[in-house]
């Protein structure tokens, strides 16, 4: 599920994935449970010597039990990501030595299949930093952005069909439709925001997209840090992490919400103290 392709929808055959090109016509999601977990915002550079740059913000009920970046998967080598340690698996995952991150994010399945014929989605950040992912995940419905220093793809998967996208220079957000949804409020409130702030030079470079995510707080129904009920759960922002994947490297750091899905003026200084990514694969202990 790894490679470049631009134009024309047509299958990868290295993966038999549904493959096309960031903006292309897709058929539109039915309405489903998840619409309001997790965002990435993620800028695409023009040229391969710079950086690509991501914001990812995690959403989850604050009573199930997880751990910020850390080697959680000794079988698994030098990968690092944030774990859920209910299921066992990943939100975010980092191979720091092969450059590649992925970050997952939920979508509503359309399969119709029962619990006891799908497996935890957890296990997809890693095999997709690893050594790529099935062409059929045996999964519920999912988004997963992958990045590494030759660029980011989106792949959707909706528990019956595929489909990888390479997206193009520019700021994208995804959250649980396709990539740049219209019909997700906090795309179509702040995504043109997020553009207009664009990155700041240097190490902080998130500066500016976090003063959007801050001035979103102020309507709950578009924010990019979520309150929201679903089922029988309330699930909020616990976690932001901020990624850089180049040629230089992979740098990630995160810090949490001291109230879940509220912001406060500390988060800046919590992103800034963070440990590196790099530095953090020699903790073995939970934060």
């Given amino acids: 599920m790894r490679g470049g392709l631009d134009a024309g929808s047509r299958v990868d055959r290295r993966s038999l994935l549904v493959v096309s090109p960031a903006g292309a016509a897709t058929a539109a999601p039915r309405a489903g449970s998840v619409d309001a977990m997790c965002t990435v915002v993620i800028d695409i550079p023009a040229s391969a010597a710079d950086p690509v740059r991501l914001l990812a913000v995690r959403d989850e009920d604050r009573d199930r039990p997880w751990r910020g970046l850390g080697p959680w998967w000794p079988e698994r080598g030098g990968i690092l990501g944030v774990r859920d340690d209910r299921a066992g698996g990943a939100w975010l995952a980092v191979d720091s030595a092969a450059g590649r991150l992925a970050v997952l994010l939920n979508r509503e399945d359309l399969s119709g299949r029962g619990d006891d014929e799908v497996i935890s989605r957890g296990g997809i950040p890693l095999d997709a930093v690893e050594h790529g992912i099935p062409d059929q995940p045996l999964t519920r419905g999912f988004n997963l ?4 220093a030759a660029g980011a793809h989106l792949v959707e998967w909706d528990g019956l069909i595929a489909r990888r996208t390479r997206l193009t220079p520019g700021t994208h957000m995804v959250a649980h439709h396709a990539v740049d949804d219209p019909g997700t409020p906090r795309i179509s409130r702040w995504l043109d925001e997020f553009r207009r702030a664009g990155l700041a030079p240097g190490e902080e470079w998130w500066m500016p997209w976090l003063d959007v995510v801050k001035r979103s707080t102020v309507d709950p129904s578009a924010s990019v840090l979520r309150r929201d009920a679903h089922d029988d ?11 850089s994947i180049g040629p230089d490297g992979v740098d990630v750091r995160e810090a949490r919400l001291i109230e879940p899905g509220q912001w406060d003026d500390g988060l800046v200084a919590r992103l800034r103290a963070a440990i590196p990514s790099g530095r953090a694969a020699a903790a073995d202990t939970p934060r």
């Fill in 145 to 148: 952005v992958e990045v590494d």
């Fill in 233 to 243: 759960l309330v699930l909020e922002s616990l976690l932001v992490c901020a990624a």
